[in-house]
């Protein structure tokens, strides 16, 4: 992504290896998110590990927001994350931000440590567990969809994922409890084995067969067995 193209904001600091790029009103927030965003962490499945350089980008509303993704991404998003040029974004008018930067960060660490690509719906539900933002809210989300008969399939839920905001909202929550399964069925209950072999390199497949002992198309199975019988 070419963040160039953007309107420049008033100000741009550096807070260790973070670049802060904000408007003056928001620079004291931008640099207390990039002293959160700096210290380590200890993430899901992969332990302790600090995001290391990043730039980090406060968007005042939605418009700047669209303008600052170039509006190739729902407006309606709190954040995101563009992970090979490091750049995370986060839109202030929309929750809390160090909340949304928890989430961000946790796409930035992820992709950190694996190899090859994963799935939009393991690297939302990855991002949703390790935020830990999967709660109450998530399961009124789940038993809603449960009780309309909504529950997608894996390559349906991508799609769910870049839908509207209401939709989007239940899709997350869907990615979560998809996440959650594969660290409820991988070795000793963890999903560390996964992330491993994602680590090694191994396609995401073969890694969910060989630390779940399923093929993603039984994982899938199982999953809505698994949905429906808890939140129905």
């Known amino acids: 992504m070419q963040v160039t193209t953007a309107p420049a904001p008033e100000r741009r600091i550096d807070v260790g290896d973070i670049t802060v790029l904000a408007d003056r009103r928001n620079l004291s927030l931008g640099t207390a998110l990039a002293e959160a965003a700096s210290a ?10 600090d995001a290391g350089p990043l730039v980090l ?8 927001f669209t303008r600052w ?3 190739r991404l729902p407006s309606w ?33 992820l992709h950190q440590a694996v190899q090859g690509r994963v799935p939009l719906w393991f690297d939302e539900g990855y991002a949703v567990l390790a935020a ?3 709660g109450r809210f998530a399961a009124l989300r789940l038993n809603l969809a449960v009780a309309a008969g909504r529950v997608p399939d894996l390559r349906a839920l991508d799609g769910a994922l870049r ?23 991988g070795r000793n209950g963890q ?11 191994v396609p995401f497949d073969d890694a969910v067969a060989s630390s779940t002992g399923f093929t993603l198309d039984r994982f899938e199975d199982a999953w809505q067995r698994s949905l429906r019988k808890h939140y129905n």
């Open 132 to 134: 830990q933002e999967y």
């Open 57 to 64: 980008i406060l968007a005042r509303d939605r418009a700047e």
């Open 163 to 185: 839908g509207s905001d209401d939709d989007a909202e239940t899709a997350y929550a869907l990615a979560g409890s998809a996440v959650a399964e594969l660290e409820r069925r």
């Open 77 to 109: 998003g709190a954040g995101v994350t563009f992970p090979g040029s490091r750049v995370v974004i986060i839109r202030l008018d929309a929750g809390d931000p160090y909340q949304t930067l928890r989430h961000e960060l946790a796409h930035v660490v």
């Open 191 to 201: 999903l560390a084995p996964l992330l491993k072999e994602l680590e090694r390199g």
């Open 40 to 49: 380590p962490h200890d993430w899901l499945g992969l332990g302790r590990m």
């Open 69 to 71: 993704s170039r509006g």
